[in-house]
């Protein structure tokens, strides 16, 4: 065993000292850098708006967007149409899609809601019955599914001015959500709905 001189012990305190020092420093700093990212992410997000704002602030309209259910009162918009991409999918009234039949979004008339559309364009018109809600497209006042486009001529075009009237305001299959009748699978041709 060889013999530690007293310089060797004072050369190892002070080492082993300097490592504790080291260690703490690195331990403090590490701490104020979480710290201060932290609060960093914080102050961050407080100014970023969040996603229901972003969406309210790029659709206003939805919220400003209301119609009289009045029979003798007509609405004038933009309609488009959806069809294959959603047809046989659920809608929001609880009935699946079906691109075929004369159905159509709105964004706050009841569901069952028999509308008559009528194209301004060519003056044709049918009766559709609302199962869903939307468009989802700033402007827009009503999709229609296919078969209503095309037998409103505006298949080919995609959209067209169109007026709707109320023809009545609920269907009595919509007041007991359980058992759920609706009208579109009697509306599957325009004779039909003409009727």
């Not at 967007?65 to 609405?75: E, G, I, L, Q, Y």
């Not at 095309?150 to 269907?171: C, H, M, P, W, Y």
Request: some cysteine.
């Amino acid at each position: 065993m060889g013999v530690i001189t007293a310089e060797e012990v004072v050369r190892r305190r002070i080492q082993s000292f300097l490592r504790i020092v080291l260690a703490t420093v690195f331990f403090w700093l590490a701490s104020l850098i979480s710290l201060g990212a932290t609060v960093i992410a914080q102050v961050i997000t407080k100014d970023q708006p969040t996603k229901a704002k972003i969406a309210s602030r790029h659709r206003p309209h939805y919220k400003a967007f209301k119609h009289s259910t009045d029979p003798n009162t007509a609405m004038i918009g933009t309609a488009s149409w959806y069809g294959y991409g959603f047809h046989n999918r659920m809608t929001a009234s609880g009935k699946r899609f079906n691109q075929d039949a004369m159905m159509a979004a709105h964004r706050t008339l009841p569901f069952g809601t028999l509308l008559k559309v009528t194209n301004l364009a060519n003056n044709r018109s049918c009766i559709v019955e609302v199962t869903d809600r939307g468009p989802y497209v700033k402007h827009r006042i009503i999709d229609v599914s296919r078969a209503a486009a095309r037998e409103l001529g505006f298949a080919d075009e995609g959209t067209a001015k169109v007026t709707l009237q109320v023809i009545s305001s609920t269907n009595l299959a919509y007041s007991s959500m359980r058992k759920y009748v609706p009208s579109s699978d009697v509306l599957k041709t325009a004779a039909m709905a003409l009727r």
